[in-house]
């Protein structure tokens, strides 16, 4: 939290997330156009910005893309905000908004979490069958080679798949990338959304990067959102606890 609300305390850092507010998914050189200073100097407010995990990076060929995460914004909401009875700050809600926002042929969705792991440990989460049925409620079911069919089945013993794709790119440890649909559009190239995870030791943690891109409507981005919070929270629970949260995070009490 020091950190965020350091690097909120500057302008340019601000103007910086502006930026990112009004047009998501922008090269170093995009930003450095319309902020007066050198590449350098951009490039390490930048820096700050993603040490405190309020922007986050994800790489296209040579490019590297800044994506605003609006996650610890919620979390002051939730803390400074919320808990005081105070309404919601509009520019907050703009910035969540808009980070959600669907983008022509960028991601759409973006999330970061770091995990006291390992990189190993990581991958196996989310591609072992019996773990990701531990935290996910359903269980990834595939060889995990590139171009391999993969399957989301559900854990009640009916062996129903409510997601079936192809493994795109696979590089253990760290890098799975996953094509999505729903079985009755297997198929159809205009039904499939595209899941990344970006797998990265960062220092004596990992940093999981989840780029979900191509989603349909409004209404998919949001449940990509919330959808994406739950389960990895639940990753994280179980990874660094050695169980999942005590109760299903994406189940309403």
Not at 64 to 76: G, S, T
Not at 120 to 137: F, I, M, N, R, S
Not at 147 to 176: I, M, Q
């Amino acid at each position: 939290m020091d950190k965020v609300f350091k690097a909120l305390a500057d302008d340019t850092r601000r103007r910086l997330l502006d930026r990112l507010h009004e047009h998501n998914g922008q090269t170093l050189g995009e930003l450095c156009e319309r902020i007066a200073m050198t590449r350098q100097s951009v490039t390490q407010h930048l820096a700050l910005l993603e040490a405190a995990n309020l922007v986050s990076t994800v790489r296209r060929g040579r490019e590297k893309l800044h994506y605003l995460n609006p996650v610890p914004l919620h979390e002051i909401q939730e803390r400074w905000i919320d808990k005081f009875e105070r309404p919601r700050l509009s520019a907050l809600g703009a910035v969540k908004r808009r980070a959600e926002e669907a983008m022509t042929d960028k991601p759409t969705f973006v999330y970061v979490t770091y995990i006291e792991s390992t990189p190993e440990k990581v991958w196996d989460a989310l591609t072992d069958a019996d773990l990701t049925a531990a935290y996910w409620g359903h269980s990834n079911v595939s060889d995990w080679k590139q171009g391999s069919r993969w399957e989301h089945v559900r854990t009640d013993g009916s062996g129903v798949a409510d997601v079936v794709g192809t493994v795109v790119e696979s590089e253990r440890p760290t890098r799975l990338v996953t094509s999505w649909a729903a079985p009755e559009d297997e198929g159809r190239d205009d039904a499939y959304s595209r899941v990344t995870f970006d797998i990265r030791q960062h220092g004596d943690i990992v940093r999981l990067t989840v780029t979900h891109e191509n989603l349909a409507d409004d209404s998919e981005r949001a449940a990509a959102a919330s959808g994406w919070a739950a389960v990895l929270s639940n990753l994280k629970s179980l990874l660094e606890t050695g169980s999942p949260l005590p109760q299903e995070p994406w189940l309403v009490p």
